[in-house]
Nanobody, 130 residues
Framework: HVQLVESGGGSVQAGGPLRLPCAAS????????NGWFRQAPGTKRETIAT???????SYADSVNGRFTIPEDKNKNTLSLQMNSLKTEDTAMYYC????????????????????????WGQGTQVTVSS
């Protein structure tokens, strides 16, 4: 059973950066699809970025141009680099992965069903203050 663990959350001022690593107990390249998600209180969980097995990345409009998934030399880590943070980015952030092949190739997109991500981390809180 693959475990995912997010870290790096905390409080930051608007405009600042924050990086959230997601450590996996298996090499991330063995996954079909990786994703980053967030959920603010009282809202639905939002998919903000996905990475397929070929390294193609898609971003939600809400974070495009501010958030990136940098290449990590540690193949077991998938990080989310957040820049130019806004107060509306305040949320619990989760990483997840599909290890079963539900999201293969072109189906690994922002619009993919969150139910097809079979392993989830416990989440890390990000709070952005003005």
């Amino acid at each position: 059973h693959v475990q995912l663990v997010e870290s790096g959350g905390g409080s930051v001022q608007a405009g600042g950066p924050l990086r959230l690593p997601c450590a996996a107990s298996l090499n991330t390249y063995t996954t079909y699809c990786n994703g980053w998600f967030r959920q603010a209180p009282g809202t639905k969980r939002e998919t903000i970025a996905t990475v397929d097995s070929d390294g193609r990345i898609s971003y939600a409009d809400s974070v495009n141009g501010r958030f990136t998934i940098p290449e990590d030399k540690n193949k077991n880590t998938l990080s989310l680099q957040m820049n130019s943070l806004k107060t509306e980015d305040t949320a619990m952030y989760y990483c997840a992965a599909d290890f079963d092949g539900w999201l293969y190739g072109a189906t690994c997109q922002i619009t993919a069903s969150q139910a097809d991500f079979t392993s989830w981390g416990q989440g890390t809180q990000v709070t952005v203050s003005s």
